[in-house]
């Protein structure tokens, strides 16, 4: 999981992985707290970087897929282009306004 943001108020209504309590934490490390309880079986690598050109393909080494999950079309065109280049399978996972 890849994300350089800290979870803001404005997240709260949309974003169900953080809470009240996570504002201004980074927003990958409240995710991945979230999700270990659901799972604690899952293993989770959480980054806080900007995904870019220049980096995306080393954040994208060794995955088997990419979830797109961006709030922002020139990142994921960034995603795709490395799922593409690399074979891999690309899945959108943000929904318009949720």
Known sequence: MVDHDHVALSNLNRQVLHWEEDVGRKKVESARA??????????????????????????????????????????????????FENGLPFFHGAVKRF
Not at 58 to 83: E, F, H, Q
């Open 34 to 83: 979230k999700l270990g309880r659901l799972n604690p079986a899952v293993e989770i690598e959480a980054i806080a970087e900007t995904i870019t050109e220049d980096n995306v393909s080393g954040l994208a080494r060794g995955c088997d897929v990419i979830v797109d999950a961006m709030d922002n079309l020139p990142t994921r065109y960034v995603l795709n282009r490395c799922a």
